[in-house]
């Protein structure tokens, strides 16, 4: 098994132990590295010679982000100076809120606010999706 997989597998239950608390027997963590190390190399597949390949993938929480930035900086661009926004990524949400709560989201946090600062007057919530 590559050693990238092991490393992805390792990063993801690291971040799912910071943000959600869940932890990881590490018989789990190896069984799950080779399950999905046999179901990945199916769908990236290395391309004819002369060709480029680019594979790209994105988590939830990556498109939730983007999605509150492209938000946020569209009513900038717009000159909107008071809005609230409003979305279902309540981690963000509670990152920006509350910064030293949520310090895996810093980042995120960070770029959200410098953003955010353009704007006079805004307020970001969260609001629960039903199911």
Same mark, same amino acid.
């Given at each position: 098994? /590559?050693?990238?997989?092991?490393?992805?597998?390792?990063?993801?239950?690291?971040?799912?132990?910071?943000?959600?608390?869940?932890?990881?027997?590490?018989?789990?963590?190896?069984?799950?590295?080779?399950?999905?190390?046999?179901? =990945?190399?199916?769908?990236?597949?290395?391309? =004819?010679?002369?060709?480029?390949? =680019?594979?790209?993938?994105?988590?939830?929480?990556?498109?939730?982000?983007?999605?509150?930035?492209?938000?946020?900086?569209?009513?900038?661009?717009?000159?909107?100076?008071?809005?609230?926004?409003?979305?279902?990524?309540?981690?963000?949400?509670?990152?920006?809120?509350? /910064?030293?709560?949520? /310090?895996?989201?810093?980042?995120?946090?960070?770029?959200?606010?410098?953003?955010?600062?353009?704007?006079?007057?805004?307020?970001?919530?969260?609001? =629960?999706?039903?199911?």
């Amino acid at each position: 098994m /590559p050693v990238p997989w092991k490393l992805w597998m390792l990063w993801k239950n690291r971040n799912m132990f910071l943000t959600e608390a869940k932890e990881f027997a590490a018989e789990d963590t190896v069984l799950k590295m080779i399950e999905d190390s046999k179901e =990945c190399a199916v769908g990236w597949e290395i391309p =004819c010679e002369g060709v480029v390949k =680019c594979n790209v993938s994105i988590s939830i929480m990556d498109a939730k982000f983007l999605g509150i930035m492209w938000a946020v900086e569209s009513m900038v661009s717009h000159h909107v100076h008071k809005i609230i926004f409003e979305t279902e990524a309540l981690e963000l949400v509670r990152a920006v809120l509350r /910064p030293k709560a949520w /310090p895996a989201y810093r980042y995120q946090e960070s770029e959200l606010r410098k953003s955010l600062v353009k704007i006079n007057d805004w307020s970001l919530g969260g609001v =629960c999706q039903p199911e």
